[in-house]
């Protein structure tokens, strides 16, 4: 049987980089809890001082199909290569009009906030290497 997991991002900017994500895999913020108008309120509710509001963010696939992507903030900065990262898939074509649908995804991210590493091409595959706004690596492909 499989298990439930989520995916955690250690961050310096919470909110930010849970932006970023949301615009790279199309995943939304999830709702706050019944009662509450936003996550803001929940968390007067609960006591939380303003200064931590931004010490968590979550994203959830809207399809319910991919898992919970966490992100908490760490005082640190990202200091060397993941040993783990995402790979981000253009909606699925074949031939120029997928590498068309790479470039096109690519554009977005990199007007989000991703900085373009280059273009690899091994083993018939061919994929991006990018950097999320903190330094973290992944690709599109």
């Not at 930010?16 to 509450?36: E, K, M, S, V």
């Not at 696939?61 to 981000?88: M, S, W, Y």
């Not at 649908?101 to 991006?128: C, P």
């Not at 950097?131 to 690709?139: A, K, L, R, S, V």
């Amino acid at each position: 049987m499989a298990h439930p997991f989520q995916v955690t991002f250690d961050a310096r900017d919470p909110a930010a980089l849970a932006g970023f994500w949301a615009t790279a895999l199309g995943y939304r913020i999830p709702d706050p809890p019944p009662g509450f108008e936003s996550w803001d309120e929940w968390a007067t509710a609960q006591g939380i001082p303003e200064e931590n509001w931004n010490d968590a963010r979550a994203l959830e696939d809207p399809t319910g199909a991919g898992p919970r992507i966490f992100f908490q903030r760490v005082p640190e900065p990202k200091t060397a290569k993941n040993r783990v990262h995402l790979d981000v898939n253009a909606p699925v074509a074949e031939g120029q009009e997928r590498a068309d649908a790479v470039e096109a995804h690519l554009a977005r991210l990199v007007s989000a906030g991703a900085t373009y590493v280059g273009h690899v091409s091994e083993h018939g595959a061919d994929w991006v290497v990018c950097h999320d706004p903190e330094g973290n690596e992944f690709c599109v492909q």
